[in-house]
T-cell receptor
């Protein structure tokens, strides 16, 4: 248990569906991240939020829309996804925006787009 | 952030020390060495990090060479539950930087601990 909780753990959605992934941390961290891990590929950073402000967007398609309503919660809204978007989506948080003390990851949401 | 090179895979006998090497010959003076591991289908787990001094915590030890161009993660008494992919990451850790804590993961080392 890392203190970072992601829901749901598994999600199957059609290409026309709209769904949201949720991440929650009660570690008092100020920065939160979304990563994507596709099969046989390294983790890829998608978004970075520092003090609820998006500070980085790594050329992610607009069908992925993040939201950070407060420092404890992070969402990833999904719409009109493609089958190639099927992957493990990981949320992480760090104590400060520099991540000097390491980042803590959730267990991930296994997303399958059909 | 500096690039790292790790062996693709390693084996270790249960109860023995697992020594995982990492080369980071282009590391800059303000870059830290971080180690994470990822057990199958779970999120990565932070293990340890350091700048130039050797570090030890309840999970592992980190040995960084004097020239900082390579490091070794040591799991002193490996167990079957230590079977995972181990990632060595080098990144800026100083305040005022713009890396915002992001981690650039490579392929890592697949460590298999066998009975």
């Amino acid at each position: 248990e890392t203190g970072v909780t992601q829901t749901p753990r598994h999600l199957v959605m059609g290409m026309t569906n709209k769904k949201s992934l949720k991440c929650e941390q009660h570690l008092g961290h100020n920065a939160m991240y979304w990563y994507k891990q596709s099969a046989k590929k390294p983790l890829e950073l998608m978004f970075v939020y520092s003090l609820e402000e998006r500070v980085e967007n790594n050329s992610v398609p607009s069908r992925f829309s993040p939201e950070c309503p407060n420092s404890s919660h992070l969402f990833l809204h999904l719409h009109t996804l493609q089958p190639e978007d099927s992957a493990l989506y990981l949320c992480a948080s760090s104590q400060d925006s520099q991540g000097r003390h390491g980042a803590f990851f959730g267990q991930g949401t296994r997303l399958t787009v059909v | 952030d500096a690039k790292t090179t790790q062996p693709t895979s390693m084996d270790c006998a249960e109860g023995r020390a697992a020594n995982l090497p990492c080369n980071h010959s282009t590391i800059s003076g303000n870059e830290y060495v971080y180690w994470y591991r990822q057990i199958h289908s779970q999120g990565p787990q932070y293990i340890i990090h350091g700048l130039k001094n050797n570090e030890t915590n309840e999970m592992a030890s980190l040995i960084i060479t004097e020239d900082r161009k390579s490091s070794t993660l040591i799991l002193p008494h490996a167990t079957l539950r230590d079977t995972a992919v181990y990632y060595c990451i080098v990144r800026v850790g100083d305040a005022g930087g713009t890396s915002y804590g992001k981690l650039t993961f490579g392929q890592g080392t697949i460590l298999t601990v066998h009975p």
